[in-house]
């Protein structure tokens, strides 16, 4: 990419936006970001009770998935919950109403995947990630009712996710780049901070786009913004928003990286849920 002085063209006009610009048709797709207003949205044992088994975890996952359910008008099914698992093999797969009828709760569904694909033919059915700092991409073929939701960490955006998450709507759906809507999640700002260079940031463009960059001796500075347009550019998108929300300074968050340096209260230690969903038309 030659020009990297993206911020300019950076729209930042909101959360939900991005499926109101454009010529594009919306149908119904939806973005959710619960924040810390429910509590701690996954099942991780270290977030809960030493000794807590996974079902009473789950028990309590769901009762706040319900109540996110109720907010929205019961939009989505506070059942139909996934998840992949990511290995950093890039694959992307799609949600199909034989798995999400497969169990009653979507949280039981093992799939192996980095890129998680919802469609128009689930709606109710919420696909993404339990996060803190690292930021979600949701990449969404609106003209055809298609969306891929990746958790892109730093350590996924030096395998260069964000890009083959966009790579996979061309490729299994032909989608066309002017149909593509990109929305970047809320994330740890810039002043996420490394005493030394990070193991993570092996390739050049971390350099290159100063997303890594140097203060003084002990101090690199992290900007994942830089990172993630490096290989998204907002020029070459009809609509692209960035939630600039800092999960690190921002009380309606999570923030795992300051809780873990000791910088921030024990409120801070958890993780909020961001994805995507096409809403259903009927009360459940």
């Not at 993206?6 to 991005?18: A, C, M, P």
């Not at 939701?149 to 996979?168: R, S």
């Not at 700002?189 to 193991?199: I, L, Q």
Request: hydrophobic fraction near 35%.
């Amino acid at each position: 990419m030659e020009n990297l002085n993206f911020r300019e063209n950076v729209l930042r006009i909101g959360h939900y936006d991005i499926y109101k610009k454009g010529s594009a048709s919306v149908k119904n797709l939806r973005i959710l970001n619960t924040g810390n207003k429910y509590g701690i949205m996954t099942t991780k044992a270290c977030f809960y009770e030493d000794g807590m088994s996974f079902d009473d975890r789950k028990a309590i996952f769901l009762e706040r998935r319900k109540k996110a359910a109720a907010d929205n008008k019961y939009a989505f099914d506070p059942y139909k919950f996934y998840m992949p698992i990511q290995n950093g093999e890039g694959k992307a797969v799609e949600l199909t109403r034989e798995m999400v009828e497969a169990y009653e709760d979507g949280w039981d569904l093992d799939i192996k995947a980095d890129i998680l694909i919802t469609t128009d033919k689930i709606p109710g059915v919420v696909a993404g990630f339990p996060v803190a700092d690292c930021p979600l991409l949701i990449a969404s073929d609106l003209k055809n009712g298609i969306t891929a939701t990746a958790h892109c960490g730093a350590a996924m955006i030096n395998n260069y996710l964000p890009i083959k998450t966009v790579e996979a709507l061309q490729s299994m759906y032909n989608s066309k780049k002017e149909d593509i809507y990109i929305y970047i999640g809320a994330h740890a700002g810039k002043d996420w901070s490394y005493d030394r260079y990070p193991d993570f940031a092996t390739e050049k463009f971390w350099e290159q786009t100063e997303a890594v960059k140097q203060i003084k001796e002990d101090d690199f500075r992290i900007n994942m913004d830089s990172a993630l347009l490096y290989q998204l550019s907002p020029e070459e998108y009809e609509t692209y928003i960035i939630n600039t929300d800092n999960t690190r300074t921002n009380p309606n968050y999570y923030s795992n990286s300051i809780y873990n340096h000791g910088k921030g209260p024990e409120d801070k230690n958890g993780m909020h849920f961001e994805g995507a969903y096409y809403q259903k038309t009927k009360r459940l």
